[in-house]
């Protein structure tokens, strides 16, 4: 699958390497998943993708949810984080979405939406949890699923990751997901609102959906 070398040695960095084998990543499961991200994506991203995948199966063993669906969906979530931004563009508007005004003027959100278009229109990927949670790992929505919680919360306490409130988020993820991503969704549009950046309506959504709804008691 990956050319020489039982873990790929001759196309992986060594980091990447390192994580796989120690986490036990290659295993049996998606190998042709697993194949398209190694091709994508650049080493650091490779390890994160991986990360994420590992943080959302053992969120979904956590919670109950499909313990495969949320490592997919986590592996794949970033699919299209490196490709250029009029590559992420062309394939969300191949993929039927319309811009809007917000969207086009903050193109970090790109990646998620081109992922989710990528995902049906190259890969053939049908399943509907998967594709949403793809979709809004990074801004969030009203509504969401299960799946959606577990990757948007996974992309954020991965194994790597290590930002100051990181240790405060695997503590809330593991309490309940909707109090981490309170916390998190909270922080984001504090960030961008200070930085005059705009803020994609999904996120300001999750935000009230999240805080109208998460029980007194688990504020």
């Known amino acids: 699958m990956l050319g020489r070398g039982e873990y790929g040695e001759t196309l992986l960095a060594p980091g990447v390497i390192d994580y796989i084998k120690a986490n036990g990543l290659y295993a049996d499961r998606f190998p042709e998943y697993r194949k398209k991200v190694e091709e994508l994506l650049d080493p650091d991203r ?71 278009a990528y995902l049906r229109l190259e890969l053939g990927i049908t399943d509907k949890e998967i594709l949403s949670a793809v979709r809004y790992h990074t801004t969030g929505r009203a509504g969401m699923s299960l799946l959606d919680k577990i990757v948007y919360i996974g992309d954020f306490i991965s194994e790597e990751r290590d930002y100051p409130d990181v240790g405060t988020v695997r503590k809330y993820a593991c309490e309940s997901l909707e109090k981490a991503i309170l916390y998190t969704s909270a922080y984001t549009v504090r960030t961008l609102a200070a930085a005059e950046k705009p803020i994609h309506p999904d996120t300001l959504d999750c935000y009230n959906d999240i805080l109208l709804n998460l029980g007194k008691d688990e504020k």
Do not use: C
């Open 46 to 116: 490779l390890a994160h993708s991986y990360g994420v995948s590992r943080a959302a199966r053992k969120l979904a063993l956590h919670y109950g949810a499909d313990a495969d669906k949320a490592e997919l969906a986590g592996l794949l979530h970033d699919i299209m984080k490196n490709a250029p931004k009029e590559e992420q563009k062309a394939v969300i508007e191949r993929g039927g979405h319309k811009f809007t005004d917000v969207e086009l003027a903050n193109s970090k959100v790109w990646h998620a939406m081109a992922g989710e």
